[in-house]
């Protein structure tokens, strides 16, 4: 049975009690292809978990790909089970998935001290400070962070999510809505592939062969 048909499936603006959801939705997003996530590196000397990591970073408004208030929500019955941001990217977001301007909220939210917080400083700038040129938006809204729980996958989620994310780029009046995908990512190439057009391919020999490349994709939305 496809999301479209499910009686039980309904989507929703997230709200702040959805924050554990939504972490645990950036968290997921963030493992292919690799099988671990960046931020467990980032942040394995601070003694912090990653979850409540990234609770801070929705709760503190630090995120730079998504807002609490910029994600859809679908839930099966009410169970939350799948999740996107769509959101207008400024400045900050090409520099990297964390606004820096408010880490001093997150650390504070999470107890560290200067020391800790100046050592991740070093290490998110160290990774995301080495031009990030590829960053740069390719359309007017982008989606980010898509996720569906591991218990609802391969129930057509995805691409209720993609649908929704449509929906929501035109009720904002947008003229075109942007993704990328890690390459190695074949399940969700595949479901881009199916609404969006390739825009751009950054290959692994723009970042010197330490990663295996992205492309970037872009629709758009003029009738």
């Not at 671990?36 to 503190?60: I, K, N, P």
Request: charged share 20%; aromatic share 12%; proline share 5%.
């Amino acid at each position: 049975m496809t999301a479209q048909r499910r009686s039980d499936l309904s989507a929703r603006a997230a709200v702040a009690a959805d924050v554990p959801f939504l972490a645990r939705t950036e968290f997921e997003a963030s493992l292919p292809p690799f099988g671990r996530s960046f931020w467990d590196d980032l942040l394995q000397d601070s003694g912090s978990d990653t979850m409540l990591f990234l609770e801070a970073v929705l709760r503190e408004g630090a995120s730079s790909w998504g807002a609490v208030e910029d994600f859809i929500v679908f839930e099966v019955e009410t169970t939350p089970a799948a999740a996107c941001a769509v959101f207008a990217p400024d400045e900050r977001a090409a520099q990297g998935p964390l606004n820096l301007d408010r880490l001093d909220r997150v650390a504070g939210a999470l107890s560290w001290t200067s020391e800790t917080t100046a050592a991740f400083r070093a290490a998110y700038q160290g990774i995301w400070s080495r031009g990030v040129d590829f960053l740069k938006p390719q359309a007017e809204l982008i989606v980010e962070s898509v996720a569906v729980a591991p218990g609802f996958r391969g129930q057509g989620l995805g691409d209720a999510l993609m649908r929704a994310a449509f929906d929501k780029a035109r009720e904002k009046g947008a003229a075109s809505l942007g993704i990328m995908v890690i390459h190695g990512n074949n399940a969700a190439k595949a479901l881009y592939e199916k609404h969006f057009e390739p825009y751009t391919t950054f290959h692994p020999a723009y970042f010197d062969h330490a990663f295996p490349g992205l492309t970037k994709f872009k629709a758009s939305l003029a009738d």
